[in-house]
């Protein structure tokens, strides 16, 4: 099954800075990159997502990057505001359906 | 992307004692998954449940203690058996959107605290 590393676990970064959070992955097949914030008492919700055939995608303050070579793809988010504030799963799609996620990144944006 | 209500959000239960959790979509989905995450970790898959079939269980999950059902292509329910405190974790469900769309959808979860 897939591997999945996601560093780092926890994060915290002034109000206005950027951020960046790393997902490691071991299945060579794997072809669809997602991120998932989870707050408080909800369910994670995808904020953005890639498939292999792109380098890069960005929507407004958040981009994620993939590097299919090293088996990495990374989250970065830019001027980060307090509602930022969650944790954050990569789920790399392997050659199975069902998500694998990582361990999760608890961002603390501080005002 | 598919709504989904999942019910109850929250149960204190005895041990010994079985719950229930439902989870009502408002399309038609294949594929929906139930997964458990225990406080401050990430997310485990239990099992994959499409229509019409037997659900797929993970290693360390068994149906006697995780039954699942999943009687048309919107619905389906997890009963965690013979709760004991160990069970006490976040119980969520997930959907496929199908046609290699991407982008899984979750219920906003089931808070099980076991006493």
């Known amino acids: 099954g897939e591997n999945v590393e996601q560093h780092p676990s926890t994060l915290s970064v002034q109000e206005g800075d950027s951020a960046v959070i790393k997902c490691t992955y071991s299945?060579?097949?794997?072809?669809?990159f997602p991120w998932y914030k989870q707050e408080l008492g909800k369910g994670p919700q995808l904020i953005i997502d890639i498939r292999s055939n792109v380098g890069e995608k960005k929507d407004q303050r958040i981009a994620v990057t993939l590097n299919k070579t090293a088996k990495h793809f990374s989250l970065h988010i830019t001027e980060t505001q307090p509602e930022d504030s969650a944790v954050y799963f990569c789920?790399?799609?392997?050659?199975?359906?069902?998500?694998?996620f990582g361990s999760g990144t608890q961002l603390t944006v501080l005002p | 992307s598919a709504v989904i209500s999942q019910k109850p959000s929250r149960d204190i239960c005895q041990r010994g004692t079985s719950l229930t959790i439902q989870c009502q979509v408002d399309?038609?989905?294949?594929?929906m998954f139930w997964y458990r995450q225990q406080p401050g970790q990430s997310l485990t898959l239990i099992a994959t449940a499409n229509q019409g079939s037997e659900a797929t269980y993970e290693s360390g999950f068994v149906i006697d203690k995780f039954p699942i059902s999943r009687p048309n292509l919107t619905f389906s329910t997890l009963t965690v058996s013979n709760m004991s405190p160990e069970d006490s974790s976040i119980y969520l469900c997930?959907?496929?959107?199908?046609?290699?769309?991407?982008?899984?959808?979750f219920g906003s979860g089931t808070r099980l605290t076991v006493v």
């Open positions: 399309s038609q989905v294949t594929m």
């Open positions: 299945d060579s097949a794997s072809n669809y």
């Open positions: 997930s959907v496929d959107p199908g046609q290699g769309r991407g982008g899984y959808t």
């Open positions: 789920a790399p799609h392997g050659s199975a359906r069902q998500l694998t």
